[in-house]
C-alpha cells in the first residue's frame, strides 16, 4: 500500500459490465496479459479512444491496438455520492485520465487507493487491472476493466 | 427582421404546455395532445390548417417516459394530414426538429409546422430507480460501455468531471455557481407551474446531499411529466394570425468535434461552443443585443457553459459574471430561465426553454414576465456533446 491512511480498495460486489465488440475486444481484455491496449493509427502514429476503424485525425484505416505505458495523468474527477447500482455502493472516484502516450487520449475509470481528498487534477496514475466473469452474448470472454492507481515506480519525474 | 439563414421568412406563431407535474399518472400521448391543440389554437389555427410536425427524440430509444409520443402516435391520434414530418435524435440537441422545422417552411415544404418534445419520466420511472430500470441486465453498450463498468451511469457523473476541471482552472465557486439554481428558483416561485416553488436559500444549497462532487441534489434537474410545442409557421402563410410573430433571426447547429463526453479537446468547453459559434456566424446581433436567455440547466452546470458559449463573458469567467446572481435576475440585463428552468420548473428536456422565450416575448409571463420587455431572446439547449441554439426577435 502506498498510503496507509488508504481506504484499501474492495472490488464491489457488482459493476456493469461491457460486452465487447469487435472492435472492443482488445481494449478490455488486453489486461489478460497485463497489457493496457489502445487503437493507434499506424498511418500517423496518433493513438485514439474509443477504439473504431478508422483515424479520426488522418483517417486512414491502417489501425489496430497497440499497449501503452499505463501510465496517466488525473484531468478531471468526481466523487461519486449517489447510488446508482445496487453492490457498487459510494463513495468512489470517477475520473478522466490522460494517457502519458498520448495527452489527447482520455479514458473514463475508477482512480482507486487514494485517500478521497487526494485525488486531484495532475495527479500521476497507473493502470491494474480487474478481471470479470463473461457475459452471455456473442464474444463470452471474460474482461479485464483497467483501473488507475497512484504511480509507485517514478521514471525521472516526482511524485 | 430579414436576413439570416431563413431571410426571416420562419416564425413562431404559437406555443402550448401541457399539465406539468410529479406523478401525473397521465400517459405521453395524452400530455403531447394537450400540448400540441394548445399550441395550434394559439396560433390561431385549426389542427387541419397544421400541415408538418416535428419531435425530440421519436421512437427507438429506451422509453422509461423519456419518449412521450411519437410523432406517428400524434399525427394518428388527431388525423393529421402532414405535407412533411421528421423526428431525430441525431440533431441540433433537443430543439433540433425546430431548426429543421424552420427550414422546412422556409422552402415552402410545409406552412405549419407544429413542435413538440413530451416526457412523462416522473411517472414512468416511479417506485423504480432510473438505474435499476436501464441496467438490470447488468450490461451496458453504446456510449456507456466505457463508463457504465467505472459506476460513471449519470450525466451527473459525465459534467461534474468538467465541472471539477473548470472550478480547479478557472476558480469558479460553489457559491457562484449557486446563482444559477437559486436564480431558477426564485423565477419558479412566479410560475404556477413550476414543480419546486418553495424559496431556496444558499445555506439550502451549500448543505445540500452530494450528487457527484462538485454537484450537489440542487445542481441537477427534476423528471416531471410534461409536454411544450410551438408551431412554426412561413411568415407569409401566418398573415391575419392572431400573434405577433416571432421571427428565428438566427440558429447553432455547430459540431466541430468528436461528440463524446469526454475526448473533446478542451474538456472545459463543450459542444455550446460550437453551436454558439454558428449561431454568431449567420446574423448581425451579437450577444450585447439579447434582452433574455433560456439556457438548458439540467444540470447548473451546463448554464454556465451556455453563457461564456454565447459570449454574454470571456471563457472561464463565468463565476464573477454570475456571482450574486444580479446580472441573471429577473429584472437584472440578462433575466435568465425566467420559468424556473428544469431545475425548479421541470425538466420539460429543452422545449420548455424555446416555449418560455416566447412567451415572455409576447408579454405574457404573468408574474414572472421580465419587466425589460425583452425584444430579442436566446435559447440554448444541450449539454455535453449535444446542442442546438435560436435566436428569437419580435422585429
Redesign the interface.
Known sequence: MTDTHSPAYAR?E??????PTAE?AAFWTGGRDGQLLISRCRACGHFF??PGPVC?RCRSTDVGPEPVSGRATV????????P???G?PPP?V???VELADEP???????IVDVPLDEVR?GLEVEVFFEQWPA?P?PDDSP?W?P?FRRATATVGGAR | MSGGPFDGKAVVTGAGKSQVGRRLGRTGLDLTIEAVTRAIADAGLSVDDVDGIASYPGPGVPDLGFSGASITEVRNALGLRSRWYLSSTETAGQIGPAIEACMAVTLGLANHVVVYRSVWESTAQAGA?R??VL?GG????GH???????????A??WL???A??YM?DFGLTREQLSAIPLNARANAGLNPDAIYRDPLTLDDYLNA???????CLFDCDVPCDGATAVVISRRDAAAGLPRHPLTVESVGTGMFE?A?W??R?D?TTMAAHDVAATLWEHTTLRAADVDLAQLYDGFSFLTVMWLEALGFCEHGKVGPFIEGGERIALNGPLPLNTSGGQLSGGRLHGMGFLHEACVQLWGEGGERQAPNSPEVAVVGVGGGPVGGAMLLSTR
Request: glycine fraction near 6%; hydrophobic fraction near 40%; charged fraction near 15%.
Open positions: 464491489p457488482r459493476r456493469l459490465l461491457p460486452q472492443s479512444h474509443p479520426w484531468a478531471a474527477y468526481t466523487i461519486n455520492r449517489q446508482w447500482i445496487p457498487y468512489y470517477v475520473a478522466m489527447d487520449v482520455r479514458l473514463i475509470t475508477n487534477v457475459q452474448g474482461v476493466l483501473l | 430507480g438505474a435499476s441496467f447488468g450490461t451496458v453498450s456507456l460501455e466505457y463508463t457504465g463498468p467505472f459506476g460513471a451511469l449519470s451527473a457523473n461534474s468531471m468538467p471539477q476541471r480547479h446531499r452530494m450528487i457527484s462532487e462538485p454537484l468528436r463524446t469526454d475526448q479537446v474538456v
